[in-house]
Antibody
Framework: QVQLQQWGAGLLKPSETLSLTCAVYGGSFNGYYWSWIRQPPGKGLEWIGEINDSGSTNYNPSLKSRVTMSVDTSKNQFSLKLNSVTAADTAVYYC???????????????WGQGTLVTVSS | EIVLTQSPGTLSLSPGERATLSCRASQSVSSNYLAWYQQKAGQAPRLLIYSASSRASGIPGRFSGSGSGTDFTLTISRLEPEDFAVYYCQQYGGSPLYTFGQGTKLEIK
């Protein structure tokens, strides 16, 4: 059974850098794309970006200038950094595995537990 | 950007009734890569339907998806108490690669 476990700082000040890591247990890490998705309190879901085991990335254009994703295949982990955060970045952040069962990755079949990140001075 | 619009915003029904949720895309969804998720308070979303009409692993048969192009529907044939939650649709293939609808809240009448 695939499990994603995520962690990172939950309280940031404006202009600081958000940093989260997600570890994958119980399944293959290679051959998939891995995504970060966020959800502001009481609102909907926003895709932040994806990375695969080779380090190839795709980011949401709305966040691209502030986002960096990385991968550590030796630990089956991937990470998110979002710099220059503001109150608008306050959200629950999820890591997720993209379902690539038919050769194209097109939805999210496993999710982390979520991390609430609050940006406040 | 492909914008997904879900309707209604809130749906009030009783257990045992049939629920029909709609998701309309601003342009055609590539290869009908349209998924549906269920989210309960304090939990991560759970994948229900992928590729418009395929049930994800472990999802009960009362959940079904249909549609193509720009109009998609999630149907819950007979509501169980545990089905009351927020439902999101999601598409793949535009720019950004993934977008979500704003959600439909299914509440007990």
């Amino acid at each position: 059974q695939v499990q994603l476990q995520q962690w990172g700082a939950g309280l940031l000040k404006p202009s600081e850098t958000l940093s989260l890591t997600c570890a994958v247990y119980g399944g293959s890490f290679n051959g998939y794309y891995w995504s970060w998705i966020r959800q502001p309190p009481g609102k909907g879901l926003e895709w932040i970006g994806e990375i695969n085991d080779s380090g190839s990335t795709n980011y949401n254009p709305s966040l691209k200038s502030r986002v960096t994703m990385s991968v550590d295949t030796s630990k089956n982990q991937f990470s998110l950094k979002l710099n220059s955060v503001t109150a608008a970045d306050t959200a629950v952040y999820y890591c997720a595995r993209e379902d690539c069962s038919d050769g194209t990755c097109h939805d999210f079949d496993y999710w982390g537990q979520g991390t609430l990140v609050t940006v406040s001075s | 950007e492909i914008v997904l619009t879900q309707s209604p915003g809130t749906l009030s029904l009783s257990p045992g009734e049939r629920a029909t949720l709609s998701c309309r895309a601003s342009q055609s969804v590539s290869s009908n890569y349209l998924a549906w998720y269920q989210q309960k308070a304090g939990q991560a979303p759970r994948l229900l339907i992928y590729s418009a009409s395929s049930r994800a692993s472990g999802i009960p048969g009362r959940f079904s998806g249909s549609g193509s192009g720009t109009d998609f529907t999630l149907t819950i044939s007979r509501l169980e108490p545990e089905d009351f939650a927020v439902y999101y649709c999601q598409q793949y293939g535009g720019s950004p690669l993934y977008t979500f609808g704003q959600g439909t809240k299914l509440e007990i009448k």
